[in-house]
């Protein structure tokens, strides 16, 4: 069974360009997490997704938002990019809400 | 609200030694507690998890954790530890029950197994 997927895995973005990440859980899985992992900020909760529903979001500004799709899976968007958003971003799915969750590798964004 | 803290950053151990990562939480209301396992340049892997039943579970690698409610701990252990143990380990807390499903993170500990 094939795990959690994201893509791309490096993004390289300037300052006030838009970022797009894309996550496929694992099949079966309805609920989509979202992660950040910034040097020296540890692991941050960003978005959870399920039935295509945003059900919750972390402290950070509107202009990190995604959505998720019919088949479960989602898009982070990152609007007007700023230095400090470079980070590893993971995406995790859990087969319903409350249950475990399984982790991508990762996408490696990184803005100049 | 959620909180976890992991009280050491770096341990560094030799092969075969065994070793202790340490694990703290703090929380209102009852939690699902969790370590995750992260090899360099990669993302994270479940290393085992308490929801409830049995406070000591048990990874396929050899790795152990006890849920000690009174002292509000989770800690990591394994008798024996080798080079490929080498990583950095994530303690981390979810809320039972409720709307909000999260994952609380520590800081992490990075785990170094040297010959």
């Known amino acids: 069974e094939a795990g959690v997927t994201q893509s791309p895995t490096h993004l390289i973005k300037t300052r006030g360009q838009q970022a797009t990440l894309r996550c496929s859980p694992i099949?079966?899985?309805?609920?989509v997490y979202w992660y950040q992992q910034a040097l020296g900020l540890g692991l941050q909760f960003l978005l959870w997704y399920d039935e295509g529903e945003e059900r919750n979001r972390g402290n950070f500004p509107p202009r990190f938002s995604g959505r998720q799709f019919p088949n479960y899976s989602s898009e982070l968007n990152v609007n007007a990019l700023e230095l400090e958003d470079s980070a590893l971003y993971l995406c995790a799915s859990s087969l319903w809400s409350g249950q475990e969750q399984f982790f991508g590798p990762g996408t490696r964004l990184t803005v100049l | 609200a959620q909180s976890v803290t992991q009280l050491d950053s770096q341990v560094p151990v030799f092969e075969e030694a065994p070793v202790e990562l340490r694990c703290n939480y703090s929380?209102?209301?009852?939690?699902?507690l969790f370590w995750y396992v992260q090899y360099p340049n990669q993302g994270l892997q479940l290393l085992l998890k308490?929801?409830?039943?049995?406070?000591l579970v048990e990874s396929i690698n050899g790795f152990e954790a006890e849920f000690n409610k009174s002292q509000t701990s989770f800690h990591l252990r394994k008798p024996s530890v080798h080079i490929r143990d080498t990583a950095e380990y994530f303690c981390a807390v979810m809320r039972s029950g409720g709307s909000n499903y999260k994952l609380t993170f520590g800081k992490g500990t990075l785990l170094t197994v040297n010959p």
């Open positions: 929380s209102s209301v009852s939690v699902y």
């Open positions: 308490y929801l409830s039943g049995s406070t």
């Open positions: 099949s079966g899985h309805t609920s």
